[in-house]
T-cell receptor
Framework: GNSVTQMEGPVTLSEEAFLTINCTYT??????LFWYVQYPGEGLQLLLK?????DKGSNKGFEATYRKETTSFHLEKGSVQVSDSAVYFC????????????FGAGTRLAVHP | GAVVSQHPSRVICKSGTSVKIECRSL??????MFWYRQFPKQSLMLMAT?????????EQGVEKDKFLINHASLTLSTLTVTSAHPEDSSFYIC???????????FGSGTRLTVV
């Protein structure tokens, strides 16, 4: 079946450090891939998305490239800020059906000054 | 655009009572909405897919008689937790697909505490 695997957290970084959160997926067909961010006590916000192979999603300095050959969608940011501290979820939407989202376990990021 | 409003944000209820959570799409029509449950420090678990004008589709292991879903219009879906017990305490989040441009939009969640 379809699934998403994320690197375990928490990830603790100093401000201005480089961030990578790994995400790999298993899916039939050609899924769409997403990164969502959740701040404490809130719902999820779409951070970026990619709908086909080699697409690069980007937003607020974050980037992720849809790599079909490695079934990956790693999240990167060149210089993190304290305000980036949150939980990040990788997700996929498989083709067909109701297009429900399947989430990874989430990775907690803590950025210190 | 593509805002989903979820209410209430927090609710405390007594064991044995029922609680209704509302999810509204404010500026778009949502034929399909999704209900998730999230335990502390864990990922989102899809409970059911809500379809306007028809019965909801529940995920395996989710009790449809306990978690009643109604999607009576293109902008409103409700989740009712019936005969709530402390183990139902959780964070419930709804989501709607707002089209290709916006993807999936999430409500701000409801923290349910059953005492």
């Amino acid at each position: 079946g379809n699934s998403v695997t994320q690197m375990e957290g928490p990830v603790t970084l100093s401000e201005e450090a480089f961030l990578t959160i790994n995400c790999t997926y298993t899916a039939t067909g050609y899924p769409s891939l997403f990164w969502y961010v959740q701040y404490p006590g809130e719902g999820l916000q779409l951070l970026l998305k990619a709908t086909k192979a080699d697409d690069k999603g980007s937003n607020k300095g974050f980037e992720a490239t849809y790599r079909k050959e490695t079934t990956s969608f790693h999240l990167e940011k060149g210089s993190v800020q304290v305000s980036d501290s949150a939980v990040y979820f990788c997700a996929l939407s498989a083709t067909g059906g109701y297009n429900k989202l399947i989430f990874g376990a989430g990775t907690r990021l803590a950025v210190h000054p | 655009g593509a805002v989903v409003s979820q209410h209430p944000s927090r609710v405390i209820c007594k064991s044995g009572t029922s609680v209704k959570i509302e999810c509204r799409s404010l500026d778009f029509q949502a034929t399909t909405m999704f209900w998730y449950r999230q335990f502390p420090k864990q990922s989102l678990m899809l409970m059911a897919t809500s379809n306007e004008g028809s019965k909801a589709t529940y995920e395996q292991g989710v009790e449809k008689d306990k978690f009643l879903i109604n999607h009576a219009s293109l902008t409103l879906s409700t989740l009712t937790v019936t005969s709530a017990h402390p183990e139902d305490s959780s964070f419930y989040i709804c989501s709607a697909r707002a089209g290709i441009e916006y993807g999936y939009t999430f409500g701000s969640g409801t923290r349910l505490t059953v005492v």
